[in-house]
């Protein structure tokens, strides 16, 4: 806890991992994380200067109390109440859709700066869960290998990231569950109990590999999206949440226009609200055309939603070793071509870019 908080009313909050609201503890104990023995030690630090203390709190944890008692215990940033409002925002999409590859993209793009054009710079706001998916995604994925589908029954977050820029200090927390989960119709799922705290969602639909032949018709439903659809909708203000669609895979596009024209634009430099309702236009007309308009409902159920063309990791991933075709890698290495647009859409549908145009994105 810093200085600046001490004094200030108690805040509540929305705990991203189990989806319950409490009051942020006002004490002086936290967390700190014991590699050794593997455990969180409490540790009171209201004896020491203000300086060690802020510096404590900032690699230290705070038990989430759970009020509701049914998530297993989980911990967050000491320091999460600290900033403005948080955003949550979730991957939904069919199992190998390609969520992992998008989000690790992603992540690992805004490590490297990559959202300094719109004034924004990021810091891991949870330094271990940050370095548990720094080793485990990005590190695999640059080094050109495929990352394995996502085990299910995952409820807690992959990243908890602090983003500062104009529209303030906001801490970020990303959840990346398995479609398997999403599909999963048990209303006790825990996996998916993210979606009830979650601020805005990004909706991921995989282009099909237009050289496989003998491949079915895309599906005339998206189970993930509908069921998450619906649920997001029942939740108090839920249509109102910022929402994006990433048509991911998009190399297996790069020669069919319109869609070879967005890949060669690169990574944006501005906001341009004209400019993402025209991609989003584009997106929308192949997505009907290939006969996917399952994968349109978030579009028709959100009053602010996007549709942007991306891809993870630039080109399809062939079989290493034909003994194990289960191993693949990207022989031409991980080229992500605008990864980080849906995620500049949520930004500046959540205020996190601010201006004329931020406001427009996303506008009917
Ligand atoms: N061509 C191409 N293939 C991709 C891309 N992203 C992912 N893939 C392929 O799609 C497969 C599935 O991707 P994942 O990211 O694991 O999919 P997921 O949605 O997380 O899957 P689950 O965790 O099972 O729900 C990967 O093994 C890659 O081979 C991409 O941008 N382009
Ligand atoms: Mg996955
Ligand atoms: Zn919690």
Redesign the pocket.
């Known amino acids: 806890m810093t200085t600046a908080d001490r004094g200030r009313p108690r805040r509540r909050l929305r705990c991203p991992i189990c989806a319950d609201d409490f009051d942020w503890p006002e004490d002086s104990a936290i967390s700190l994380y014991d590699e050794e023995n593997s455990r969180y030690e409490s540790v009171d630090v209201s004896g020491l200067p203000e300086i060690k203390r802020a510096d404590l709190a900032r690699k230290g944890y705070r038990r989430c109390p759970n009020p509701s008692a049914d998530t297993a215990e989980h911990y967050l940033p000491a320091t999460y109440a600290d900033y403005g409002d948080p955003l949550v925002v979730g991957l939904v999409?069919a199992?190998?859709?390609?969520?992992?590859?998008?989000l690790t993209a992603m992540v690992r793009q805004v490590h490297l700066n990559g959202l300094a054009a719109h004034g924004i710079t990021a810091a891991p706001l949870d330094f271990r869960r940050h370095e548990n998916f720094r080793k485990q995604f990005i590190k695999p994925f640059e080094e050109g290998g495929?990352?394995p589908?996502?085990s299910t029954g995952i409820v807690e977050a992959a990243d908890i990231l602090l983003l500062r820029g104009p529209g303030g200090e906001r801490p970020v927390t990303f959840f990346d569950v398995?479609?398997?989960d999403l599909e999963n119709t048990a209303a006790r799922n825990r996996a998916t109990r993210f979606l009830v705290g979650a601020t805005a969602v990004v909706f991921?639909h995989a282009t099909e590999d237009p050289l496989e032949t003998g491949q079915s018709a895309p599906p005339s439903e998206n189970l993930s999206f509908n069921l998450a659809v619906e649920r997001l909708r029942g939740l108090p203000g839920g249509s109102g949440l910022p929402a994006v669609i990433a048509v991911?895979?998009s190399?297996?596009l790069r020669y069919v226009p319109p869609v070879d024209r967005w890949l060669r634009r690169g990574d944006e430099r501005v906001v341009d609200a004209a400019r993402i309702r025209a991609e989003s236009r584009d997106a929308y007309a192949y997505l009907h055309h290939v006969g996917a308009g399952a994968s349109l409902r978030p579009f028709e159920a959100f009053t602010r939603c996007t549709l942007h063309f991306v891809?993870?990791?630039g080109?399809?991933?062939v079989v290493t070793d034909p003994a194990d075709p289960s191993k693949?890698h990207f022989p031409r290495g991980f080229r992500p071509t605008r990864a980080l647009e849906p995620l500049v859409s949520i930004l500046a549908m959540t205020g996190m870019i601010t201006g004329p145009e931020a406001e427009r994105v996303g506008m009917p």
Do not use: F, N, Q, Y
């Open positions: 999409g199992p190998a859709s390609g969520k992992t590859h998008l495929t990352l589908g996502t398995a479609g398997e991921v991911t895979k190399d297996r891809s993870a990791s080109g399809d991933a693949k």
